[in-house]
């Protein structure tokens, strides 16, 4: 993993007491769910949607593969659509850069944006999608 990347996740991750115990409760239930799915298809692929498919979801995409890397959990494949294609926020691609992926864009009304947490790993590719 990227050294910037692995820091910034690193004090991300100081921060997990102060998520409030109802909310760890939740995600807890989500993360057995996924957990018992992987365990019985050897495969997990989540699939996050938004309604213009140009931030929360592309996050969710990225920050989950890359957890998934980052925890040495195998068989998760992380994808993103909406209810309408727009473009992956700019100011979206840019906090992800900020926090130390590798980011490719070939620019464009909608371009297909290569995402890399190090250099190893295919990169995702980020594009907005119905």
Known sequence: MYTKLKDYIS??????????EERKHSLQDIANF???DLNEKGVVK?????THNSRRSHLAQIWTQTAAFQFE???VE???GGTEATAFNPRAVA???RAGFDI????GDNPRIGVRF???ADPMICFSRT
């Open 11 to 20: 004090g991300l991750t100081l921060d997990f007491d102060s998520i409030p």
């Open 34 to 36: 996924i957990t018992k």
């Open 46 to 50: 989540l699939n996050f949607i938004c």
């Open 73 to 75: 959990i195998d068989g």
């Open 78 to 80: 992380t994808y993103s």
């Open 95 to 97: 906090s992800i850069e």
């Open 104 to 107: 490719k864009n070939p620019g």
């Open 118 to 120: 190090n250099d190893e």
